[in-house]
């Protein structure tokens, strides 16, 4: 694979940005007290990552080989999901970078390595949010609400009073 469909590829991208923050979550859990440049640098190279993707990555569809039931866990990357995506790496980068500065009075009081742990984590769970296709815990496969919808409406408006009680 050429470095040019690598870095073309929205989901090369954002797999080494996660890839970034998870190694960021394991060394914070790690190091409680930790002081150093490591963390901050790993949750900014995952943001810029993401910015990247966001800006120049296409668009696409994925599954993560894990199963609920019979649902699996699919994301996709469409040009609303990447504006979002790209705010939430926008917003990372500053974060990212300006948070040492607020955690140095409180390197006593605070475990700062569960601080930056958490902090990947939210970076994670917020992308995840905007690149979701499923929502498992909301619908069953096979019944999405817009024909729930449909079925409703179509008995509000006949004329046969037992369509109403279907």
Known sequence: MSLSLLLANFGSLSALALAL???????????RRSTSAVLPALLVGGSVLLLLAACVGSGGSWH???????????FVSDPLARWFVGIIALIGIPVAV?????????????STGHVW??????????????????????SSPGRSWRSRRSRSSRAT??????????
């Open 21 to 31: 923050w998870s190694t960021a979550v394991a060394i914070g859990a790690i190091q």
């Open 64 to 74: 993560v080989p894990l199963y609920l039931a019979d649902a699996r866990f699919d």
């Open 98 to 110: 300006f948070a040492p500065g607020y955690l140095a009075h409180h390197t006593l009081k605070l």
């Open 117 to 138: 742990a958490g902090l990947a984590l939210l970076f994670a769970s917020m992308v995840g949010v905007v690149l979701a296709a499923n929502a498992i815990a909301f």
């Open 157 to 166: 408006t006949s004329n046969d009073p037992s369509a109403a009680r279907r």
